[in-house]
């Protein structure tokens, strides 16, 4: 079973970045996925979760209405849009289905 992000990069102040998760050996219509992310010095923080049950993704509120959260299930991936972009999300973002991690994908924010 593996997760696989990409998708991070550099980018400045208000600019977007997609990130995309791959499972391999889970299905993602079956579990709930979640992103979540660490800055250099922090605790991992939640950011959002697609249940197995819903389309309705749960959003952390300090990315509500500028992150969103899509699941492919034809593909088994799941995506986060992120918009409007800020120095403070900068961080290692990573997928999560039960207790498989990915590795994890860089995001910079430059103001």
């Known amino acids: 079973v593996q997760l696989v992000e990409s998708g991070g990069g550099l980018v400045q102040l208000g600019e977007s970045l997609k990130l995309s998760c791959k499972g391999f050996g889970i299905r993602f219509s079956e579990s709930a996925v979640k992103w979540f992310r660490q800055a250099p010095g922090k605790g991992r923080e939640w950011v959002s979760s697609i249940f197995r049950n819903s389309r309705i993704p749960d959003h952390a509120p300090s990315v509500r209405g500028r992150f969103t959260m899509v699941r492919d299930t034809a593909n088994n991936m799941v995506y986060l849009q992120m918009n409007r972009l800020k120095p403070e999300d900068t961080a290692t973002y990573y997928c999560?289905?039960?207790?498989?991690w990915g590795q994890g994908t860089q995001v910079t924010v430059s103001s």
């Open positions: 999560n289905a039960g207790d498989v």
